[in-house]
């Protein structure tokens, strides 16, 4: 393991049984067959998860809805990439040339997942509670507060919300195409709610990006279709 890759453990505050699972965390599908995208799927539900609990315990009194709100302000691609920034990442990312030309180790979307996926490594690594403290940790310094409500809703969570209000199950995500050069890649992913049998699909420049394409043409899909 390099020095880079050293230093970030430090500044992660865990240091690696299996350094491979770092080292494929900061690695972009345009590096290596080998890269991080199967660990940025696993780290997504695990920081959805400790960040509930941390929402949970931090915010007693806010209903559920609400404190979905909350949680998907502080998961967004922004707050991801830009605490990003402050471990490091773009000085570790491994890019292939096209997409290092382009200014890769920049993009909001290729930061965010590695982080992603680095809690994912951490998990695989060493558990759920060490992934845990990694996550309050890095939102130790980031502002908390009911207020953060008021944002607004974006369309994963206002699809979410639509749906647990009619007691129906979540939407289930999945990427089923990746189109353009791997330094220019878009990502075209369905949503499928199972209860009213529709399904509908979205672009973006990462797989987040066309989880919320989906989720927005769903959602038109719904108040076109449905009376409920």
């Known amino acids: 393991m390099n020095e880079a890759l050293t230093a970030l453990q430090e500044r992660l505050q865990h240091r690696f049984s299996d350094a491979h ?13 080998d890269h ?9 539900s695990v920081l959805n998860l400790a960040v509930a609990d941390l929402l949970f315990r931090r915010l007693s009194a806010l209903p559920e809805g609400d404190l979905s709100r909350v949680r998907a302000n502080l998961v967004k691609q922004d707050t991801l990439h830009r605490l990003a920034v402050e471990l490091g990442l773009p000085e570790v990312i ?17 930061l965010a997942d590695a982080l992603e996926a680095i809690i994912g ?5 060493a558990g759920f509670a060490a992934a845990q403290n990694l996550v309050q940790r890095l939102f130790q310094a980031v502002e908390i507060n009911p207020e953060m409500q008021a944002i607004g809703k974006d369309p994963k969570t206002e699809l979410q919300e639509w749906l ?4 129906m199950g979540l939407p289930l995500y999945r ?32 797989r987040r990006a066309g989880e919320q394409a989906a989720a927005s043409a769903m959602l038109q899909a719904i108040k076109a279709r449905t009376t409920i």
């Open 21 to 33: 699972l770092l080292l494929r965390s900061v690695t972009h599908r345009s590096f290596s067959i």
């Open 36 to 44: 991080n995208e199967r660990l940025e799927f696993l780290g997504d």
């Open 94 to 110: 491994r890019l292939g040339e096209g997409e290092a030309r382009s200014g890769g180790q920049k993009r909001p979307s290729i």
């Open 121 to 125: 490594a951490v998990y695989l690594d």
């Open 164 to 167: 647990q209000a009619r007691k």
């Open 175 to 206: 990427v089923v195409g990746t189109l353009g050069a791997a330094h220019k890649q878009t990502f075209d992913v369905e949503c499928e709610v199972i209860e009213l049998n529709f399904s509908e699909r979205g672009i973006g420049a990462s």
